[in-house]
């Protein structure tokens, strides 16, 4: 079982460069979550959808986009990628509205 | 921001010694999930409480849903080298539209 799978493992940007992380998953759930991780700061809500057709701001938006291109795949696109956005970025799809399923991360370096 | 909130960010413990992590919040949840992260990899789910007071275990570790609904508890006891990780308290704060919300995490050390 693939679960949740996210491309790229790994991205080294220049600041100012745009580039779209990948999620897709193959459980037929309805609601999936990007987050971010850096040290000391646990995991922060970016943006999250629902259902297909639908996404919403979560904690931490700024800089960055998404579409949930079909009920599989949730994508984020950093459109001019800074230095602030140096971070591990994980996708998640839900069962229900708690058990998160996670990918096993991009790791994105800004320079 | 943060409504989770756990102490201290590490712990460092010898093989075979028990541990207890607690996770509070200022609001109430519905639910409480304990989630461990392995070094390079993502989260992944090891214990789900759904009731005020109820007590679940999953092996060597046991979690507490607290009776206010605004703390839970991790126990993991005779604690081995691969306990060795981050430790999440999430859940979805109370409402309609809540988010499932993440703790900073506790980096759990295990001595040999």
């Known amino acids: 079982n693939a679960g949740v799978t996210q491309t790229p493992k790994f991205q080294v940007l220049k600041t100012g460069q745009s580039m779209t992380l990948q999620c897709a998953q193959d459980m037929n759930h309805n609601s999936m979550y990007w987050y971010r991780q850096d040290p000391g700061m646990g995991l922060r809500l970016i943006y999250y959808?629902?259902?297909?057709?639908?996404?919403d701001k979560g904690e931490v938006p700024n800089g960055y986009n998404v579409s949930r291109l079909n009920k599989r795949e949730f994508s984020l696109r950093l459109e001019s990628a800074a230095p602030s956005q140096t971070s591990v970025y994980f996708c998640?799809?839900?069962?229900?509205?708690?058990?998160?399923?996670f990918g096993q991360g991009t790791r994105l370096t800004v320079v | 921001g943060q409504q989770l909130n756990q102490s201290p960010q590490s712990m460092f413990i010898q093989e075979g010694e028990d541990v207890s992590m607690n996770c509070t919040s200022s609001s109430i949840f519905n639910t409480w999930l304990w989630y461990k992260q392995d070094p390079g990899e993502g989260p992944v789910l090891l214990i789900a409480l759904y009731k005020a007071g109820e007590l679940t275990s999953n092996g060597r570790l046991t979690a507490q849903f607290g009776i206010t609904r605004k703390d839970s508890f991790l126990n993991i006891s005779a604690s081995i080298p691969s306990d060795v990780g981050i430790y999440f308290c999430a859940g979805p704060p109370g409402g309609a539209n809540s988010k499932l919300t993440f703790g900073k995490g506790i980096t759990l050390s295990v001595r040999p």
């Open positions: 998640a799809s839900l069962r229900g509205r708690t058990e998160a399923f």
């Open positions: 959808s629902a259902s297909e057709g639908t996404t």
